[in-house]
């Protein structure tokens, strides 16, 4: 299990994904925009895996993406978490989001981002966090933007062009 989870912000909490969350990861990734980025993971099988690696990260990693809901309602919102990529030969702590069709554009992504981005310099003292993107994802592009100080391209193991932003603990 993990560490621990990130405290919750204004409007959302977090928690461990559960076996009983498989209809609304399936929800989650079933519109047009997510499956442009995840175009299988609305399927059972793959929306099983899903929660499957997240699972397997909590005992890893002591993190993974975790379910990020609504504070006032229980509502599911997405996920957001902390996942270790390679990038460049070297192994990061990656912020990743994703979020219901009906909870984009309201500011969550970012908001979740950001506990997440001080969960993994506070709790798990990294000295650089990171979000990899497809280029052409916009709106995953203005919250990596937002949420990090620095920027470049690069060709990740699978040979696809990304936009990698990252943040570099500050010396205390």
């Known amino acids: 299990m993990p560490l621990e989870l990130p405290a919750p912000t204004d409007r959302l909490r977090f928690r461990n994904y559960e076996v009983g969350d498989l209809d609304a990861v399936i929800e989650m990734f079933s519109d047009d925009e997510a499956k442009r980025w995840y175009p299988t993971t609305s399927q059972p099988k793959q929306a099983e895996q899903w929660i499957q690696w997240n699972l397997q990260n909590y005992q890893e990693h002591g993190v993974g993406l975790w379910v990020i809901e609504d504070l006032a309602t229980s509502e599911f919102v997405g996920d957001c978490g902390i996942t270790y990529q390679t990038v460049?030969?070297?192994q990061i702590p990656e912020i990743g989001y994703h979020l219901t069709k009906a909870k984009r554009g309201e500011g969550y992504a970012?908001?979740?981002?950001r506990q997440c981005k001080d969960f993994a310099f506070q709790t798990l003292d990294a000295a650089r966090v990171c979000s990899i993107v497809?280029?052409?994802?916009?709106?995953?592009?203005r919250v990596a933007g937002a949420l990090h100080t620095s920027h470049r391209r690069f060709i990740n193991n699978r040979g696809n062009e990304r936009d990698l932003f990252w943040t570099d603990r500050l010396p205390l």
């Open 88 to 90: 460049l030969d070297d």
């Open 110 to 113: 970012g908001e979740a981002a």
């Open 134 to 141: 497809d280029p052409l994802n916009e709106s995953s592009r």
